[in-house]
């Protein structure tokens, strides 16, 4: 089993940057692939970024890409999702998962998840 605590999240106005963060614990979490994922009211949840155990791969949906950024700290279990020039669009709840393989497609599954914060974007 892997524990998943997301935080960071809040309310930002359009422009603005927040850092989510992701705390693992339990079954060698270093090990993991880690992801964050996304779902705004009446959507789908979207799978925006993955990062491999090594932090050498990286997965950005189009969405995302050149906004935000996703690394690791293994040293501290903790993944971090640097999320840059906030659009109202990006207002959702972000989980972050953990997966025994890495994912660089949008339809990625992952194995075990967190409860989510809330990032509000103002416009």
């Known amino acids: 089993q892997v524990q998943l605590v997301e935080s960071g999240g809040g309310l930002v106005q359009a422009g603005g940057s927040l850092r989510l963060s992701c705390l693992a614990s339990?079954?060698?979490?270093?090990?993991?692939?880690m992801g964050w994922f996304r779902q705004a009211p009446g959507k789908e949840r979207e799978y925006i970024v993955g990062i491999n155990w090594s932090g050498s791969s990286t997965y950005y949906a189009d969405s995302v890409k050149d906004r935000f950024t996703i690394s690791r700290d293994n040293a501290k279990n903790t993944v971090y999702l640097q999320m840059d020039n906030l659009k109202p669009e990006d207002t959702a709840i972000y989980y972050c998962?953990?997966?025994?393989?890495?994912?660089?497609?949008?339809?990625?599954?992952?194995?075990?998840w967190g409860q989510g914060t809330q990032v509000t974007v103002s416009s």
């Open positions: 339990g079954r060698t979490s270093s090990s993991f692939a």
């Open positions: 998962a953990a997966a025994f393989f890495f994912h660089n497609d949008p339809g990625a599954k992952y194995d075990y």
